[in-house]
């Protein structure tokens, strides 16, 4: 049965390391959040190492970029892994061909930027569907459009048998009270059409696998057991510490604070049928991160 705690201090000193979510957890897509800002100073004051391990298709110099205008401040954090870095590093070895159809907005354009640290990089062409070797998809390009509205690119995709490199594995995110669709949820509707979907975003290894470079890069050679995940997403955050051997804690005022009637603190009954219906026992939950 998971533990809900009251802040990050009851357990903190169990953990060298923290790979903390962003959205949701530190910042609601608007703004940072307070809270969660002043945990993950204290945290660092003490000598603890946060890597930011986010599901955003972005470079990690673009969600730098993005954290400021959210206003969180740099003595918060101390690297930062995106999927999207992972998903680029993927793209430029050649998982997709080198002709690539762009399934998302255009203000996700600097996913194509060069990559420099791989030697003998594929060279990307961004081409129209009926030209493409394979689809790189950073969201659909309504994030707030009915879903149906995809099916007709996905068919055409399909029937040429393309890939589909997904740069963001979550379903969903909350841009302050607005729910909107994310690349995992156009990847998962292609899956389920037949065809295959590449992730590299959390849950999946490739994320944890550059977390650990970006903290190894600090000269901080921490063992999995004294690694802490946190993170709202169940499916992502949670799942993959589980899969990673790595412990989490669960922030259920995120995307789950209906389903666990989260208002500073989730109620337990509604926290346990939650998840005993997702099939998940994080070691520790808390409402937000304090």
């Known amino acids: 049965m ?7 201090s009851e357990i903190s000193s169990n953990y060298e390391a923290l790979f903390v979510d962003l959205w949701g957890c530190v910042h609601n897509g608007v703004e940072a959040i307070p809270s969660a800002v002043a945990a993950l100073q204290e945290y660092r004051k003490g000598g603890g190492i946060v890597i930011l391990v986010t599901n955003s298709p972005r470079p990690r110099a673009g969600v730098a970029k993005q954290l400021i205008h959210f206003k969180v401040p740099e003595d918060a954090y101390d690297a930062i892994a995106t999927s999207g870095d992972s998903a680029r590093s993927a793209m430029y070895r050649g998982v997709v061909g080198n002709n690539v159809w762009h399934y998302g907005p255009a203000t996700d354009s600097r996913f194509f930027d060069p990559l420099e640290i791989l030697e003998n990089p594929v060279e990307i062409k961004r081409v129209p569907l009926a030209e493409a070797t394979g689809i790189v998809c950073t969201g659909p390009f309504d994030p707030q459009a009915d879903p149906e509205t995809w099916r007709p690119d996905l068919e055409a995709a399909l029937a040429r048998g393309l890939k589909l490199l997904c740069a963001n594995p979550d379903i969903v995110v909350d841009r302050g009270e607005i729910r909107e669709w994310c690349a995992g949820a156009v990847a998962k509707m ?76 989730p109620d337990e009954i509604a926290l346990t049928s939650y998840l005993e219906k997702e099939k998940s026992n994080p070691p520790f939950t808390i409402g937000h991160l304090r």
């Open 190 to 265: 292609y899956a389920e059409m037949g065809g295959e979907s590449l992730y590299f975003g959390k849950p999946h290894a490739p994320i944890y696998d550059l977390a650990r470079r970006r903290l190894h890069k600090l000269g901080n050679a921490i063992q999995d057991g004294r690694i802490l995940a946190i993170g709202d997403g169940i499916l992502t955050d949670v799942k993959g510490g589980i899969d990673e051997g790595i412990d989490s804690l669960f922030i259920s005022g995120g995307l789950a604070a209906a389903e666990t009637k989260t208002v500073t603190q």
């Open 2 to 8: 998971t533990r809900i705690i009251n802040s990050l």
